[in-house]
């Protein structure tokens, strides 16, 4: 039994079709059934990385709750993107689960949810207006990408979709922010429902933290991230946050839960909830949802994911 690499099979391959045709001699049977056993692997090897990178996101025009939004469909969520708030009034899961639950009025139930909700009647939050949002991108089309740029004043982003996360490049802004996660995993707001950190520390979200996230997770080397996962789906919400260049700020984060009804999770929030902490620009946040809930298997999505949105090489570049 031999077992061989692509770039090993393909050198025996050249080697032994080198060797027939000058020296015009045959070789073994069972010799020639492992060639064509290792090229046909390779070739299956292509055809499924060649799948792999196929991918379905598809733009429309649409409304949620009432606001003119972009609707991006991919692998892993459809996402509602507020045109004039640039913000998201829902992330909605393969189940028809909403992870986000906005809607006019409610307070805590409808109208304070959102992502990224960057500043309290600034920008980055659903249900604002003043922003101006445009994508390049052709409508009801299967795209690799979608982008989106949003614009108010001196407030500038760029979000990417891809089929299983979605990617913000803030450029500007015009005073301090953060980065907020306001909302329902998996649908509706449980006390049971679990939060973990690339610290390493998690709690149930009845359970409220406050203090720089840090990254001792080796997922996402020099970013933080926390996830979300509802209590009884195998699924969670992540978030990624880094600067360019690449740097896990030491900034407070901080987590509670508002009224029974949502999440009040921060990067560059403190405690008092009143006081944005973040000014650095570029920055990223990326976000998704993952079919998985466990800390090692979300660690190992997460890690994948920030290394294959090109973060990591676009920071240590700029480094």
Same mark, same amino acid.
């Given at each position: 039994?031999?077992?061989?690499?692509?770039?090993?099979?393909?050198?025996?391959?050249?080697?032994?079709?080198?060797?027939?045709?000058?020296?015009?001699?045959?070789?073994?049977?069972?010799?020639?059934?492992?060639?064509?056993? @290792?090229?046909?692997?390779?070739?299956?090897?292509?055809?499924?990385?060649?799948?792999?990178?196929?991918?379905?996101?598809?733009?429309?025009?649409?409304?949620?709750?009432?606001?003119?939004?972009?609707?991006?469909?991919?692998?892993?969520?459809?996402?509602?993107?507020?045109?004039?708030?640039?913000?998201?009034?829902?992330?909605?899961?393969?189940?028809?689960?909403?992870?986000?639950?906005?809607?006019?009025?409610?307070?805590?139930?409808?109208?304070?949810?959102?992502?990224?909700?960057?500043?309290?009647?600034?920008?980055?939050?659903?249900?604002?207006?003043?922003?101006?949002?445009?994508?390049?991108?052709?409508?009801?089309?299967?795209?690799?990408?979608?982008?989106?740029?949003?614009?108010?004043?001196?407030?500038?982003?760029?979000?990417?979709?891809?089929?299983?996360?979605?990617?913000?490049?803030?450029?500007?802004?015009?005073?301090?922010?953060?980065?907020?996660?306001?909302?329902?995993?998996?649908?509706?707001?449980?006390?049971?429902?679990?939060?973990?950190?690339?610290?390493?520390?998690?709690? /149930?979200?009845?359970?409220?933290?406050?203090?720089?996230?840090?990254?001792?997770?080796?997922?996402?080397?020099?970013?933080?991230?926390?996830?979300?996962?509802?209590?009884?789906?195998?699924?969670?919400?992540?978030?990624?946050?880094?600067?360019?260049?690449?740097?896990?700020?030491? /900034? @407070?984060?901080?987590?509670?839960? *508002?009224?029974?009804? *949502?999440?009040?999770?921060?990067?560059?929030?403190?405690?008092?909830?009143?006081?944005?902490?973040?000014?650095?620009?570029?920055?990223?946040?990326?976000?998704?949802?993952?079919?998985?809930?466990?800390?090692?298997?979300?660690?190992?999505?997460?890690?994948?994911?920030?290394?294959?949105?090109?973060?990591?090489?676009?920071?240590?570049?700029?480094?």
């Amino acid at each position: 039994m031999y077992q061989l690499s692509a770039g090993t099979g393909h050198t025996i391959w050249n080697a032994i079709t080198l060797k027939s045709t000058h020296e015009q001699q045959s070789f073994p049977v069972n010799i020639y059934i492992l060639v064509m056993s @290792v090229k046909l692997h390779i070739t299956c090897i292509l055809c499924v990385a060649c799948s792999a990178l196929t991918q379905a996101v598809t733009l429309s025009d649409t409304t949620d709750e009432n606001i003119e939004c972009f609707r991006i469909a991919t692998q892993t969520a459809t996402y509602y993107y507020d045109k004039t708030g640039a913000g998201f009034t829902s992330i909605v899961d393969a189940d028809s689960n909403d992870w986000i639950g906005w809607r006019e009025g409610g307070g805590s139930a409808g109208e304070y949810r959102g992502i990224p909700n960057m500043g309290l009647n600034k920008f980055g939050h659903p249900g604002y207006t003043g922003a101006v949002s445009t994508s390049p991108d052709a409508r009801n089309e299967t795209l690799d990408k979608v982008t989106i740029h949003s614009a108010k004043g001196d407030w500038s982003t760029t979000w990417e979709f891809y089929e299983n996360h979605a990617k913000m490049t803030v450029h500007s802004v015009a005073e301090d922010y953060w980065f907020l996660y306001e909302g329902t995993p998996g649908g509706e707001y449980e006390d049971a429902d679990i939060w973990y950190t690339s610290a390493g520390d998690s709690g /149930i979200c009845s359970e409220s933290f406050t203090g720089d996230i840090t990254n001792t997770s080796g997922a996402a080397e020099r970013a933080e991230w926390i996830c979300f996962a509802d209590a009884s789906l195998n699924r969670a919400l992540f978030m990624i946050h880094t600067e360019v260049p690449e740097n896990n700020d030491a /900034i @407070v984060d901080h987590y509670r839960p *508002m009224q029974g009804n *949502m999440t009040v999770f921060g990067f560059g929030r403190n405690s008092s909830g009143t006081t944005r902490q973040m000014s650095h620009t570029p920055a990223v946040l990326i976000i998704g949802l993952v079919e998985q809930k466990e800390y090692a298997d979300v660690k190992q999505h997460i890690d994948s994911i920030y290394q294959d949105s090109g973060t990591s090489c676009l920071m240590r570049s700029i480094d």
